[in-house]
């Protein structure tokens, strides 16, 4: 089986750098494995306008970008953890409200932990989609929108690259 292809920024033709950086005061505190973290330094590129994010690392620093416009949205900065493994140590997301809509750190921090875990790594992340989706409920003061709405708005679609296998997550 060939190796997979490292995605970077190159293979892109328009992304644009996030504008408004926050630092967010809290990162999230999952422990990546090394092979996570292989995986996460591969990055993931998105196969259709279905899929959400495009992902890149650059030395230490992971990328996540929307796929559809190109936006820089978050960028998690990780490092090693003596005994194994990776953790984020710092995490910008954009605020610049024409470009990004949130202003939720706690929202963004959970965010970067389930694009990476569930587009990149391919992890089913049931936990995760369900706090994405009660956060979302308390920054819109509503539940009438369904679940389903807002992971697929959020996360979209995840091929896996080869196997043509596709997974919608739907809460």
């Not at 005994?83 to 939720?104: K, L, N």
């Amino acid at each position: 089986m060939p190796e997979p292809e490292r995605i970077t920024r190159s293979m892109f033709f328009d992304l644009h750098p996030i504008s408004m950086p926050r630092t967010l005061p809290r990162v999230p505190e999952r422990l990546w494995s090394e092979d996570d973290w292989e995986r996460i330094r591969l990055g993931y590129r998105s196969a259709d306008m279905d899929e959400k994010w495009n992902v890149f690392t650059e030395d230490e620093t992971v990328f996540l970008h929307r796929s559809w416009t190109g936006m820089g949205v978050f960028a998690a900065t990780f490092a090693p953890v003596e005994g194994g493994g990776h953790r984020i140590v710092h995490a910008v997301a954009e605020r610049d409200p024409e470009w990004y809509g949130g202003t939720d750190d706690d929202h963004d921090s959970l965010m970067i932990e389930t694009v990476l875990s569930f587009v990149v790594l391919g992890e089913s992340v049931v936990d995760l989609r369900s706090k994405l989706v009660e956060s979302k409920y308390r920054q819109v003061g509503s539940d009438d929108v369904s679940a389903g709405v807002i992971l697929h708005s959020a996360l979209g679609l995840r091929s896996d690259t080869g196997r043509g296998k596709r997974t919608e997550e739907t809460g």
